[in-house]
């Protein structure tokens, strides 16, 4: 069982086409359906987002402490400094609602094909990509449209863990396959069909948008017990030097096996 992934996805825009944002994009299309028949290959892209840290080394016993000066009188807490004139306060993220659906038991590992969301028009074949020798997350290739990424450091999807799966909003022939993911709502159903024929079903509990600079990794990617699903990709505003402001994730959980 691949470990839970502990650090957070920040989905980056290198390569995207800014002209199809600065003229307006077109209405995204229903996704063609893909072939099934071959196993995720993987995919060297530009990096997405930070992948997992490195395990550091248990840090060295402490000396033994000098015996302690006797304690001086706390001194007075000092006044909460003023905010600067004009300063803006960063938003804190809403509560994530729990989910009411019901986890099965755990499915076995085996790597998706598709990635299915009916609601949105969704239907796309997934790629598997990994690390960059820099430990960011690949991207899959912004020449298809309608193609996304299962980070194969996460949970297979349906198995014990969190699964993650990333992709472009739009790229440089236009829409791409996360255009529409704002929109899905609680309770649309993501199903992934897997290479050993099972099909993970899961149900949408909650949609929110983070920013980039304040990802909460443990909160978005920690385990929570039962198989879940997290989709990631880009949100927030947009412009041309600084890409966009924050992250769109999508939380599931495996509520059917098919």
Not at 81 to 110: E, H, K, Q, R
Not at 171 to 179: D, I, K, R, S
């Amino acid at each position: 069982m691949l470990t839970t992934i502990l650090t957070g996805i920040a989905i980056m825009q290198e390569g995207l086409d800014s002209s199809s944002r600065d003229a307006g994009r077109p209405a995204a299309a229903t996704s063609p359906a893909p072939s099934a028949n071959s196993s995720p290959a993987p995919t060297a892209q530009a990096p997405v987002a930070p992948g997992p840290p490195a395990k550091s080394a248990a840090p060295a016993p402490a000396p033994p402490a000098s015996p302690a000066a006797p304690a001086a009188a706390p001194a007075a807490a000092a006044a909460p400094a003023a905010a600067p004139a004009g300063a803006v306060a960063v938003p804190v993220a809403a509560p994530i609602p729990s989910p009411t659906v019901t986890a099965p038991p755990p499915m076995p590992p085996s790597p998706p094909l598709l990635i299915e969301i009916a609601s949105i028009g969704v239907q796309a074949k997934l790629v598997r990509v990994g690390l960059t020798d820099k430990g960011w997350i690949d991207a899959p290739t912004d020449k298809e449209r309608n193609l996304a990424a299962w980070y194969d450091g996460s949970s297979t999807p349906g198995a014990e863990g969190t699964s993650v799966i990333v992709g472009h909003v739009d790229v440089p022939t236009g829409p791409a396959v996360f255009y529409d993911l704002a929109t899905v709502r609680k309770g649309a159903v993501i199903r992934v069909p897997r290479e050993d024929g099972s099909t993970a079903v899961f149900t949408v509990y909650a949609v929110q948008v983070f920013g980039k600079k304040d990802f909460p990794a443990e909160r978005v990617y920690g385990g929570t017990g039962v198989p879940e699903l997290r989709i990631v990709t880009v949100g927030g505003s947009y412009d041309k030097q600084n890409g966009y402001t924050g992250n769109l994730v999508t939380f599931a959980r495996l509520s059917a096996v098919e």
